[in-house]
C-alpha cells in the first residue's frame, strides 16, 4: 500500500506541475479548474497521510508556477499566497471553527467578504503614490514584471488620490476580462482568422502577457483591488474592510460586492446569495472569499505554508467538468436545422446531472476537432444548455471516430443540405418532417399564405397534440365532429373553421408556393416564379439552370427551390392537397412587352379607389415589380394618404413619386 501511495504521490506532483505550467505560464489549461482541485486534494491527502514524504518543491508547498522566461523576473517583498478552498458547508463550517479554536473565543468572527474573481492575480507597487512596477503572482515568491502591459490598463490608477501617499505601498488584485468584451475579442479573432479562447480568464492572462503593450490596451482589460502587500511609511486601517475601503478612496476599483457578515450563519446566507447573483454578472466569478476581518485576529491566526489561516475561498458548484463523449445525436429544429448533441458518461456540473451537451453546428466540431471517445470538458453556467468547451487532447483513444453529418433527415429520410455561406445543414423535407409541422402548418395557414381565419396558432397545437393532424393537407380532412371535441371550440366555431378551409381552398398560384415555405422564397420570389413559370408542374419540373432564368433568382434560392421539389415526400403533400380540391387560376406568363415591363414601384400610404394588395395586383398584371423598400432604382413611389418614411426616402434619393391619381393614370393600359 505504502509503495503504490508513494507512486501515486509522484504520479500527481507530475501531473500537477505540468498543469501549473499550462495554466499559469501558458495560460492554456487543458482540464477545468475542478479536476485540478480533485489532483491537488488527493496530493494533501497521501502527504498527510506520511508527512515524511512532504519536500519544499511539492506543489502542495508553492503557489503557482515559476514566472515565464518571457518577461523579467521579479521578487515579492512580501509573498503572493494562495488561499485554502472549501467545497461545501461543512468544510466552512470546520473552517470558521478551527479559527475560533485558534483565536480562544466562542464568540462569532466578523468576515469581510469578497467574490472569488477568476482572472489573473497582480500586485502593483506604488512609491510615493506612483506607479512603479506590476507583477504577476508567479509562483507566490517571483512573478513576471508586466509593468508596461498595466500601464495601459486605463483603470489602474498610475498616480494615487492622496496629499500624503505612503512611502511604499503594494495593491495586490485581479485583472480580468468582462463577459462582453471576451465576446467582442473572440468575435474579432474568428472574423480575422486568428486565434479565439477558451474563457475570459485565459484571455485576460493571454493579454496582459503580450510582448506589445499595445495588443494588451487594445483588449480593455479590467480590475479589483482586493488586498495589500507591503505598507511602509503609512498604517493600514485596523480592519480588512476598512482597507478596502480605504484603496477605494486612493482610486482603485473595488468590487461593489464587498461586504461583512457576523458569524458562520449569516456568511452561509452571503454565500448563497452570490450564487444566484453569479449569471448576471459581466465578469466571471468561482466562488466566495471570506477573511477575518480584524488584523489583529488575521496576526493571531498567522499562516500555513502557502496560504493564511485566517482567510478561504469557498467554491461555487463546478462550471465544467471532465468526461467522456460516448456518441453525438442528431435533433432536428423547427425550422429544420440539424443540431448535433453530445451523448456523455453522466456527470454532475453547476450542480446538475448532466448527461446530453450541445455541439452547436459542424464548424464547432470541427474547430474544437471533437470526436467520439474523446474526453471533454463540459460546461454548464446557470440554465444554459451544456456545451462542450474543448478536448482533453492527451487523453484521445486510438478508436476515437470523427463526427459525421447524416445526408438523411434523422426523422423524415429527407435529404439533408447544406446552403453556401450558412453554417448550419437543415433538413429539406417542410411539409412532411414531424420535427418542423408545428410552424410549416403556422406558416401555412397565415394571412399571406392560405389565409385560413380561425386557425390560429394555439388550435393548431390542439389539433397536433390530439393527433387529427400531422401535416398540412390533413387540414382538409377535418370534420365538424373532430373540431367541436377541443377546448373552447363549439359546433358553431367548428362549422366557421371549416367554412374558412373550403374558401381557402380557391386560391392563387403565388400565395400557394408562399404557403409551402420553402427557405428564402418569400411572397416577391413566390408572385415571380408564378409569373415566370404560369403553373405548378413547370415550376416543379424545372432544374436549376431554369430556375435561374428567373428574375432575381440566384443559385442559393434555385437551389432551396430544386431541392424543395425533389424530395418525395413534398411532392405526396402537395399532391394530396391538390387532390383535397385547392386551385387557381393560372397566371399567363410575364411578357417584356407588357406596358410596365421592367418598372419597379413602391406603394405607401392609403388609397381611397382600392386597397394597397388590389393596386400591387393591377401594377404586376401590367409587368410591373412592387417591392416594399425604396432604392435609387425604384421607378416611382406611389404614395396614398397618411405616407410616411418611405416617401421620405424617395425624397431624399430623388425618386419621383406619384399621388393616386397618377396611380390610376398608370392603370389605363390594364
Known amino acids: 500500500m505504502t509503495e503504490s501511495d508513494r507512486a501515486r504521490l509522484e504520479s500527481l506532483r507530475d501531473q500537477i506541475e505540468e498543469h501549473n505550467f499550462r495554466y499559469y505560464v501558458l495560460d492554456a489549461p487543458t482540464i477545468p479548474d475542478?479536476?485540478?482541485?480533485?489532483?491537488?486534494?488527493?496530493?494533501?491527502?497521501?502527504?498527510?497521510?506520511?508527512?515524511?514524504?512532504?519536500?519544499?518543491?511539492?506543489?502542495?508547498?508553492?503557489?503557482?508556477?515559476?514566472?515565464?522566461?518571457?518577461?523579467?523576473?521579479?521578487?515579492?517583498?512580501?509573498?503572493?499566497?494562495?488561499?485554502?478552498n472549501a467545497f461545501d458547508e461543512d468544510e466552512f463550517r470546520a473552517f470558521d471553527q478551527r479559527a475560533r479554536d485558534r483565536l480562544g473565543t466562542t464568540d462569532s468572527i466578523s468576515y469581510t467578504t469578497e467574490p472569488k474573481f477568476d482572472g489573473l492575480a497582480i500586485s502593483l507597487r506604488y512609491e510615493q503614490g506612483r506607479l512603479v512596477q506590476a507583477a504577476t503572482r508567479g509562483d507566490g515568491q517571483y512573478g513576471e514584471d508586466?509593468?508596461?502591459?498595466?500601464?495601459?490598463?486605463?483603470?489602474?490608477?498610475?498616480?494615487?488620490?492622496?496629499?500624503?501617499?505612503?512611502?511604499?505601498?503594494?495593491?495586490?488584485?485581479?485583472v480580468i476580462m468582462t463577459r462582453s468584451e471576451f465576446a467582442a475579442l473572440n468575435a474579432r479573432a474568428a472574423a480575422e482568422g486568428g486565434k479565439t479562447f477558451v474563457n475570459p480568464r485565459n484571455a485576460a492572462a493571454g493579454s496582459l502577457r503580450q510582448k506589445d503593450p499595445r495588443i494588451t490596451a487594445a483588449r480593455k482589460?479590467?480590475?479589483?483591488?482586493?488586498?495589500?502587500?507591503?505598507?511602509?511609511?503609512?498604517a493600514l486601517p485596523a480592519s480588512h474592510y476598512e482597507t478596502l475601503l480605504w484603496l477605494k478612496a486612493l482610486g482603485f476599483p473595488v468590487s461593489e460586492l464587498i461586504g461583512i457578515v457576523h458569524g458562520v450563519d449569516e456568511a452561509v446566507a452571503w454565500y448563497r446569495r452570490l450564487l444566484m447573483q453569479r449569471d448576471d454578472l459581466d465578469f466571471d466569478i468561482d466562488g466566495a472569499v471570506f477573511k477575518v476581518d480584524d488584523r489583529e485576529q488575521q496576526r493571531i491566526l498567522g499562516y500555513v505554508a502557502r496560504a493564511p489561516r485566517w482567510a478561504i475561498a469557498w467554491k461555487f458548484p463546478a462550471e465544467e467538468m471532465m468526461t467522456r463523449l460516448l456518441g453525438v445525436d442528431f435533433q432536428v429544429g423547427r425550422t429544420g436545422v440539424l443540431?448535433?448533441?453530445?451523448?456523455?458518461?453522466?456527470?454532475?456540473?453547476?450542480?446538475?446531472?448532466?448527461?446530453?451537451?450541445?455541439?452547436?453546428?459542424?464548424?464547432?466540431?470541427a474547430r474544437k476537432d471533437i470526436r467520439i471517445g474523446d474526453t471533454v470538458i463540459v460546461r454548464r453556467a446557470g440554465d444554459v444548455i451544456p456545451e462542450i468547451v474543448s478536448v482533453v487532447v492527451?487523453?484521445?483513444?486510438?478508436?476515437?471516430?470523427?463526427?459525421?453529418?447524416?445526408?438523411?433527415?434523422?426523422?423524415?429520410?429527407?435529404?439533408?443540405?447544406?446552403?453556401?455561406?450558412?453554417?448550419?445543414?437543415?433538413?429539406?423535407?417542410?411539409?412532411?418532417?414531424?420535427?418542423?409541422?408545428?410552424?410549416?402548418?403556422?406558416?401555412?395557414?397565415?394571412?399571406?399564405?392560405?389565409?385560413?381565419?380561425?386557425?390560429g396558432d394555439k388550435l393548431i397545437e390542439q389539433l397536433l397534440d390530439h393527433g387529427l393532424i400531422e401535416h398540412v393537407d390533413d387540414l382538409y380532412r377535418l370534420?365538424?365532429?373532430?373540431?367541436?371535441?377541443l377546448e373552447r371550440m363549439g359546433k358553431k366555431s367548428a362549422q366557421n373553421l371549416v367554412k374558412a378551409l373550403e374558401k381557402s381552398k380557391h386560391s392563387q398560384l403565388a400565395r400557394f408556393l408562399y404557403a409551402l415555405g420553402?427557405?428564402?422564397?418569400?411572397?416577391?420570389?413566390?408572385?415571380t416564379l408564378a409569373m415566370h413559370f404560369g403553373n405548378l408542374d413547370s415550376l416543379m419540373a424545372a432544374d436549376e439552370a431554369a430556375l435561374m432564368q428567373v428574375p432575381d433568382i440566384g443559385p442559393v434560392v434555385a437551389r432551396h427551390i430544386y431541392t424543395f421539389f425533389r424530395q418525395p415526400h413534398n411532392r405526396e403533400v402537395i399532391q394530396s392537397l391538390l387532390d383535397a380540391g385547392i386551385h387557381w387560376p393560372d397566371p399567363a406568363p410575364r411578357r417584356d412587352d407588357l406596358p410596365l415591363a421592367g418598372k419597379t414601384y413602391v406603394l405607401t400610404?392609403?388609397?381611397?379607389?382600392?386597397?394597397?394588395?388590389?393596386?400591387?395586383?393591377?401594377?404586376m398584371a401590367l409587368g410591373a415589380k412592387v417591392t416594399s423598400s425604396v432604392s435609387s432604382k425604384t421607378t416611382a413611389v406611389i404614395a396614398g394618404a397618411n405616407a410616411g418614411s418611405k416617401l421620405a426616402k424617395a425624397e431624399k434619393l430623388g425618386v419621383p413619386v406619384l399621388d393616386e391619381a397618377g396611380l390610376l393614370e398608370l392603370l389605363k393600359g390594364e
Not at 480533485?38 to 511539492?58: C, F, K, N, Q, Y
Not at 490608477?157 to 495593491?171: D, Q, S, T
Not at 400610404?605 to 401594377?619: D, H, I, N, V
Open 34 to 84: 475542478a479536476e485540478y482541485d480533485r489532483l491537488m486534494a488527493e496530493l494533501r491527502r497521501i502527504e498527510a497521510e506520511h508527512p515524511e514524504w512532504v519536500t519544499p518543491d511539492s506543489p502542495s508547498q508553492r503557489v503557482g508556477a515559476p514566472p515565464s522566461r518571457q518577461f523579467q523576473t521579479v521578487q515579492h517583498a512580501l509573498p503572493m499566497l494562495s488561499l485554502d
Open 146 to 174: 508586466v509593468t508596461a502591459n498595466v500601464r495601459t490598463i486605463s483603470i489602474i490608477p498610475y498616480r494615487l488620490k492622496a496629499n500624503e501617499a505612503p512611502a511604499v505601498l503594494e495593491v495586490r488584485g485581479e
Open 221 to 234: 482589460l479590467h480590475f479589483f483591488a482586493y488586498g495589500t502587500g507591503l505598507c511602509e511609511g503609512a
Open 339 to 365: 443540431t448535433p448533441v453530445a451523448r456523455l458518461e453522466p456527470v454532475f456540473v453547476g450542480g446538475v446531472t448532466v448527461s446530453n451537451a450541445t455541439l452547436h453546428n459542424m464548424d464547432e466540431v
Open 394 to 455: 492527451d487523453r484521445r483513444p486510438a478508436d476515437s471516430q470523427p463526427i459525421i453529418m447524416p445526408d438523411r433527415c434523422p426523422e423524415c429520410g429527407s435529404e439533408v443540405v447544406r446552403a453556401e455561406g450558412e453554417a448550419v445543414f437543415r433538413c429539406s423535407g417542410g411539409l412532411f418532417c414531424p420535427a418542423q409541422r408545428r410552424e410549416t402548418i403556422k406558416h401555412f395557414a397565415s394571412r399571406k399564405a392560405m389565409n385560413i381565419e380561425g386557425l
Open 479 to 485: 370534420t365538424v365532429e373532430q373540431i367541436a371535441g
Open 518 to 527: 420553402i427557405r428564402e422564397v418569400g411572397e416577391r420570389t413566390a408572385e
Open 605 to 619: 400610404g392609403t388609397l381611397s379607389s382600392m386597397t394597397r394588395e388590389q393596386a400591387k395586383a393591377k401594377l
